[in-house]
């Protein structure tokens, strides 16, 4: 398929879990983007060996994704996309690094191992983690919150432009680059000669359309502020997310895997 | 060029985010003088904005051929957005492109959002408008010859300076094990030629929009018609080769080591086993938490047995009970699994 008309259609749906009934998407949308940043800083201040320490902190994506509905499949497809740049980093790693830590057996773990794998689990998590955020979280949601909290319009206004734009521009750049492939077969990307008539006619079209619905905006009476859907949010938004950041911040503090087994063995 | 959460330490992606959003504040400022200025309300170039930012959305999923190599490239669009926006329109589009990138196609990760907006955004917008394009079109050269030179010196230029960016806060991150310079010799070569495909792109883009509605683009003075001397061109070309070249190589040789010797001069305790040597143990919040952790420890002292300081040094420490906990995790995980889809269930009986 079309890499723009992937894309576009990757967005819609995405847009569609977002439109999902669930205790999590009924939460309002600041205290989650609160908690998944808290999240995310948690999981990368973990020390860089920490393995053991940082394997618990996969139950707080975990347990959103269960009660939210959304199959956890559905992250990892997008994640075989983005883990490789994340490996990519920290494969040097074990040639690095090649001090031993510890063997199983006669296989020798050496620090560099672990640090690499520690790096992977990391991205790993807050890739889970924002992935969700953006599942539960409709766009008009998330800028009639960033409005709440005061974000400049003009930021909130053309994030929210830009968005609908987006995938009407994407199925256009996937029809002409469609047409042009078919006109030069066996050709990888658009030649060097069309760059700019190529890109340039896109600009002066999407230019035109931009005013057409500047006017059309302008006689529906728009003056510089949007007006969202009024959903009323989970009063317990403020109450989960407390335990939550304080889940994630003693999982930081204490090494839960650790102390879980240390009950059981001597 | 999108970094990843997983590269960056809390402290340096809170330290980027603070910067990006002291630029974005600035550009708000900037853009309501405008309107003061201009008595132009700024939300009717709004759909204009959005259009643009879409566009680069748009335009980053074209890929070019790149001539000799047989692979393929695409543009990442902070100068074409300052060339046509502005720098101040143009950061503000790059902040939604990369926040939708971010989002919904997991391009670039949440934290290091502050980062990402940093490296190609202000670099483009900013450093390219304002020490690049705008002088440059200043010049009474051929309008046709100072664009191709904008995009091209603006292009090269700041991608280097953004994939010098990438590697200092990932060094300063300490979270990979690659010595800073290596990783420097890595990152400025494939995006020097990346900004050199880019800055094509770009001008080839800008020279076309020029050629239909010239009114579109930043600085051009429309009037004039002056005729391009060869001479002039030549020179300006060689001084950009002198440029690109000689700034290059004094970046890959002269500052790693001035660099080098700052992040050696935080590190106290460092055992340096690589180059970079920044331990997180020593490195801003980390340790602070470690040692909290400590005496935490030692007063509730929960479980006597298990010595947390012995576990900072060797984090695998007891690992007997560490397998054993992580495997009690694992069944919890798959409990949360089972638990999630009962209470999910049970929500929609209420529903």
Not at chain 1, 120 to 143: E, H, N, Q, R, W
Not at chain 2, 4 to 23: E, W
Not at chain 2, 164 to 186: A, R, W
Not at chain 2, 313 to 321: A, D, F, K
Request: positive net charge.
């Amino acid at each position: 398929m079309n890499r723009a008309r992937e894309a576009s259609s990757e967005i819609r749906s995405v847009e569609d879990l977002s439109k999902l009934d669930s205790p999590v998407h009924g939460l309002s949308p600041l205290s989650k983007l609160l908690l998944t940043i808290v999240f995310i800083a948690t999981v990368a201040s973990f020390n860089k060996y920490d393995i053991v320490g940082l394997f618990a902190m996969i139950l707080v994506p975990l347990l959103g994704y269960m009660i939210s509905g959304i199959p956890v499949s559905t992250c990892f497809r997008k994640l075989k996309v983005v883990l490789p740049i994340v490996l990519l980093v920290g494969i040097v790693n074990p040639f690095l690094d090649r001090e031993i830590m510890f063997s199983i057996g006669s296989f020798r773990v050496s620090y560099g191992i672990v640090s690499m794998v520690t790096l992977m689990l990391k991205g790993m998590y807050s890739l889970m983690a924002s992935f969700l955020l953006v599942a539960t979280m409709p766009i008009d949601d998330l800028c009639k919150s960033l409005r709440k909290i005061h974000m400049p319009k003009i930021i909130v206004s053309l994030l929210l432009l830009t968005y609908r734009y987006v995938s009407m521009f994407l199925d256009e750049v996937a029809t002409m680059t469609e047409s042009y492939s078919l006109r030069a077969p066996g050709q990888n990307g658009i030649a060097f000669r069309s760059w700019g008539s190529f890109l340039g006619q896109l600009i002066i079209r999407s230019m035109n359309k931009a005013d057409r619905n500047y006017g059309s905006m302008i006689l529906r009476g728009f003056n510089g502020e949007f007006y969202y859907c009024d959903r009323v949010f989970s009063k317990l938004s403020w109450l989960w997310i407390p335990i939550l950041i304080a889940a994630c911040v003693l999982m930081r503090i204490f090494n839960v895997p650790a102390l879980l087994g240390s009950l059981f063995v001597r | 060029m999108h970094m990843a959460d997983a590269l960056l330490s809390p402290a340096v992606a809170g330290t980027m985010y603070v910067a990006s959003a002291a630029v974005a504040g600035l550009s708000v400022y900037k853009l309501k003088k405008e309107e003061k200025l201009t008595s132009e309300p700024t939300f009717k170039r709004l759909p204009t904005m959005a259009v643009m930012s879409a566009l680069v959305f748009a335009g980053q999923m074209i890929n070019y051929t790149i001539p000799g190599t047989g692979s393929s490239g695409h543009i990442c669009g902070g100068m074409l957005l300052t060339a046509l926006l502005g720098p101040y329109a143009g950061f503000l589009s790059m902040i939604t492109v990369l926040l939708i990138q971010c989002l919904f196609f997991a391009d670039g990760g949440l934290m290091a959002l502050g980062s990402n907006i940093w490296n190609m955004a202000f670099y483009g917008c900013f450093v390219g408008y304002f020490l690049i394009y705008r002088p440059i079109m200043k010049t009474k050269i051929n309008t046709k010859i100072k664009l191709i030179l904008a995009s091209i010196l603006g292009c090269v230029i700041t991608l280097q300076m953004g994939a010098f960016s990438v590697v200092l806060e990932t060094s300063l991150s300490g979270i990979t094990e690659l010595p800073f310079k290596s990783f420097v010799m890595l990152m400025q070569p494939i995006h020097l030629a990346i900004g050199l495909i880019e800055g094509l792109a770009t001008s080839a883009v800008l020279v076309f929009v020029h050629s239909t509605s010239p009114d579109l683009i930043k600085g051009v003075d429309n009037g004039e018609s002056k005729k391009s001397s060869l001479k002039v061109t030549i020179a300006v070309l060689l001084a950009c080769v002198i440029v690109i070249g000689g700034g290059f190589s004094l970046l890959a040789s002269g500052n790693p080591d001035g660099l080098e010797w700052a992040l050696f001069g935080n590190t106290e305790y460092s055992e340096s086993r690589t180059n970079m040597g920044l331990d997180e143990e020593d490195y801003g919040t980390s340790s602070s938490v470690a040692d909290k952790a400590g005496s935490i420890q030692e007063k509730t002292s929960f479980l006597p047995d298990y010595a947390f300081s012995s576990d900072s040094e060797n984090p695998l420490g007891t690992t007997v009970s560490g397998v054993v906990g992580s495997a009690i995790v694992a069944v919890i995980a798959i409990g949360i699994c089972f638990a999630g889809g009962f209470f999910r269930k049970k929500t929609k009986k209420n529903a």
